[in-house]
C-alpha cells in the first residue's frame, strides 16, 4: 500500500527542519515597527521627519478573537522580528506539503477510477 503523503525534494528547506529549538522560538503575529515623536518640542524627533523619530516595536496578534499590541523593548526586537518570520515561512512550508499531498490523493483517485473502467 503506497502512503498517502508524498515526498518532495523541491518542499524540502533543511532550515526549517522542525526540531524543539525552531518551534519554540516561533512567534504567532505581526512583527510592527513604528517611529513617534516623544513630544517634547526640544528635541530632534519633533522635527517631524520620519528618520528622526524615536523607534517603537511591537507584536501584534489575535487572542480569543481581539487584536491585541504586545510593546517590545529593543533587546527583544530582532528576536522578535525573527519569530515572526520563522513562523511564517514554517507556514508557507505547510501549506506545500499538504498541496504535495492533495496531487497525491487525486493521483490515487484517477487510478482507481480508471481501474473500475477497465473491469467493466
Not at 512583527?31 to 528635541?43: N, P, T
Request: glycine fraction near 6%.
Amino acid at each position: 500500500m503506497e502512503p498517502l503523503f508524498w515526498y518532495d525534494a523541491a518542499a524540502y528547506d533543511p532550515e526549517l527542519h522542525l526540531r524543539g529549538r525552531l518551534v519554540r522560538d516561533m512567534l504567532p503575529g505581526a512583527f510592527v515597527e513604528r517611529r513617534c515623536a516623544c513630544g517634547r518640542s526640544d528635541r530632534r524627533s519633533a522635527s517631524g521627519r520620519r528618520e528622526d523619530r524615536h523607534p517603537q516595536w511591537a507584536l501584534s496578534l489575535v487572542v480569543e478573537g481581539k487584536s491585541r499590541l504586545i510593546r517590545l523593548p529593543a533587546a527583544l526586537a530582532e528576536q522578535a522580528r525573527r519569530g515572526v518570520q520563522l513562523h511564517r515561512r514554517v507556514q508557507e512550508v505547510e501549506a506545500r506539503i499538504l498541496e504535495i499531498n492533495l496531487r497525491g490523493l487525486r493521483r490515487k483517485k484517477q487510478a482507481l477510477r480508471g481501474q473500475d473502467a477497465t473491469a467493466l
